[in-house]
């Protein structure tokens, strides 16, 4: 029997917005992003608890690789301090190719804008799946139409 390991991807992403106006979006209002970018994410709806405050669970439909998918998550870490928060994937599609799932996000203030590192952390079911790096680009092209929303807001 193989023995199953965690593992992880990550990147970062520089912002124009403040490290504090992205983080409040994740944090306390993703249930915006479906309005931000609809044509990827359908709806975020909480089930239980309060935006912004851990143990809270939130449903996220989205379209991954061109399908309609669905993850209900738990927020699992809030640390305001420093805009981190961490997001464990209880429900959906995702579970479908890994035993585990978590997204972990920190915004950093840089310069006159921030730097956003998203870690995927994931257990695979199977040894032949893929590393979910389409996600991870989902986040990615997520994280840049936030900040341009935010940064033209602003203007």
Known sequence: MACSQLQKIET???LKASAQQFYDVFCN????IANILPQ???SVQIHKGEWGTEGS????NYTLDGKKVVAKEVVEGIDKENCKVSFKV???????LYKSFKLNLQVTPKGNGSVVQWTLVFEKQENHI????????LVVEMSKNIDSYLTQENN
């Open 12 to 14: 970062n992403v520089h």
């Open 29 to 32: 209002r993703p249930h915006h």
């Open 90 to 96: 209880l429900e959906g599609d995702l579970l479908g």
């Open 40 to 42: 990827k994410i359908q």
């Open 57 to 60: 669970i939130i449903s996220w």
């Open 130 to 137: 893929p590393d979910p790096h389409t996600l991870l680009q």
